[in-house]
């Protein structure tokens, strides 16, 4: 199956994400985005520059909040999650490279509000593929694709982004 | 090469695949794996920006702290450490409880492991305590050397070690001095492990001839007498605390003559390098090992060293409950 470019999914993602700002009338002075390590932060760091935000780039690592500690144990390589901005009540895009089960999101959302209590949490989301465990959906998606069981897709980057099928072998993205 | 004893402490310390499951002694340990303790303890310093300053990674999981010797900061960051992990946490002062009853010592950890506790915190006055109840009472429950007689304290050690590493970066051309009461301190063997582990250039121990233990020269490191000597360009200096409640025969003639010798002040200070950094690990005996106007300077990190102690011991507490669920889970499979 043939994986879709990634600039075209970019620019559909700033289009939409405009769309919302404008819809919503959010504030661009506070709008924040998080992306979520690894690729997540490759995608928000794009979309940051691309809408001219004026509020640094937030990162997550959900490393500590995962749900399958009691069968995984510790993950390895967590980052230090930075937030450089008061997330009280301010407007932020979550921002990830897959949304597949939603339990990253899951975790990344309970993670985020231990920072503070965000008037409104967007999902934005290179691309999306079937298999949701939670009731998780991205208010913007570059692409929503359908592999075939037991494949994933893959995100590498940060320069150049590109995308790869690979056979699955984690549990949760 | 790994000697025998180290390789016999790796073996209690490590899953089957090098995972940690009981943390009880620097020795035995790889590089890279203490560089693992240190990067996820990193990760939970960032934690302590949030305003919740906890994860979820032990809910469920009970920690009980099993101090058979007083400590006030240790005890009390290892159940911060615990709390923050959301674990249950259960502090006994065992000198108060059943053992004064009569009931033994492993009567006592049978029945806390039947109350399904998943990891033991433990200080005891005892060299070798931890590492006996890990082999020999419950190895299924993950044991933490919260210090042990003279023996070892492994996670002051690695918080020394975040502690030089937040504040130097790498280890590899660094010179670190220890001073002061070699003999007592299980801090300072711990810390010679750590810092030869990790590939300090150079390691001084510096104390008068009666506060060095006889194997001294087995450790690793270079030994001085003369604070003059072992202090000069010095990037990290650590004072030790003066273990007066372990002196039982005559070892110092007085505390205002060994302070006269081996006390970090401001002049000797002045020896090392000027970018030194200075830590203790507390309890401070101002006027004994430390001036006032060098623990409170600004060179001084002890209380940075507090801080990562609660990070350190989140970490090695969550990745010995970790190895030990994933032992657990081998052993189901197989």
């Known amino acids: 199956m043939p994986l879709p470019d990634i600039p075209p999914l970019l620019d559909a993602m700033v289009a939409d994400l405009e769309t919302i700002i404008d819809e919503h009338d959010l504030d661009r002075q506070r709008l924040a985005l998080v992306g979520i390590h690894t690729g997540g932060v490759w995608i928000a760091d794009v979309l940051h520059r691309r809408l001219a935000l004026p509020t640094p780039l937030g990162t997550l690592d959900i490393g500590f909040w995962r749900d399958d500690f009691s069968h995984q144990g510790l993950p390895e390589n967590i980052r230090t999650s930075h937030l450089p901005f008061d997330v009280d009540d301010r407007d932020l895009v979550l921002v990830d490279d897959v949304v597949m089960s939603g339990r990253t999101i899951r975790a990344a959302l309970n993670e985020l509000f231990d920072y503070g209590r965000p008037r409104r949490v967007l999902l934005a989301a290179l691309i999306t593929l079937p298999g949701r465990e939670l009731p998780i959906q991205p208010d913007v998606c570059g692409a929503r694709l359908d592999l075939p069981a037991g494949e994933r897709v893959k995100l590498s980057g940060p320069e150049p982004l590109s995308l790869s099928l690979v056979t699955q072998t984690r549990e949760i993205s | ?334």
């Not at chain 2, 400590?71 to 059943?98: G, M, P, Y």
């Not at chain 2, 300077?297 to 990745?319: F, K």
């Open chain 2, 1 to 334: 090469m790994i000697d025998a004893a180290s390789s016999a402490a790796a073996r209690v310390q490590l899953t089957s695949d090098g995972r940690l499951r009981h943390f009880i002694d620097i020795e035995g340990l790889p590089k890279a794996l203490l560089t693992e303790i240190l990067d996820t303890a990193d990760s939970f310093r960032g934690v302590q920006d949030a305003q919740v300053k906890k994860v979820p990674l032990l809910r469920g999981r009970t920690v009980a702290n099993l101090f058979f010797e007083n400590s006030t900061r240790t005890r009390a960051t290892f159940e911060l450490a615990a709390k923050r992990l959301s674990a249950d946490v259960l502090s006994l002062d065992i000198q108060t409880s059943s053992t004064a009853k009569g009931e033994t010592l492993l009567d006592t950890l049978n029945n806390l492991e039947a109350m399904q506790a998943d990891a033991f915190v433990v200080r005891h006055s005892d060299s070798g305590a931890a590492h006996f109840i890990a082999s020999q009472v419950t190895p299924n429950v993950a044991i933490i050397n919260a210090g042990d007689g003279r023996h070892a304290h492994p996670t002051q050690a690695m918080l020394d070690m975040l502690t030089i590493r937040r504040h130097k970066g790498a280890f590899e051309n660094l010179k670190v001095a220890i001073i002061g009461d070699i003999l007592h301190s299980r801090v300072a063997r711990s810390q010679v492990l750590a810092l030869n582990t990790l590939g300090v250039a150079e390691i001084r121990v510096i104390a008068p001839r009666t506060l060095l233990p006889v194997d001294v020269e087995d450790w690793r490191c270079q030994v001085f007498t003369r604070l003059q000597e072992g202090l000069e360009d010095a990037d990290v200096v650590i004072a030790l605390r003066l273990q007066k409640e372990r002196m039982d025969g005559a070892l110092l003639p007085s505390e205002n003559e060994f302070y006269r010798h081996y006390g970090l002040t401001q002049e000797s200070l002045a020896w090392a390098h000027p970018e030194a950094i200075v830590m203790h690990p507390g309890p401070i005996n101002r006027g004994v090992e430390i001036e006032s106007a060098v623990a409170d300077g600004p060179q001084a990190v002890i209380l940075d060293q507090v801080t990562n102690g609660i990070a350190v011991r989140m970490a090695v507490l969550s990745m010995a409950v970790s190895g030990q669920t994933q032992s657990r889970a081998r052993q189901r499979a197989s």
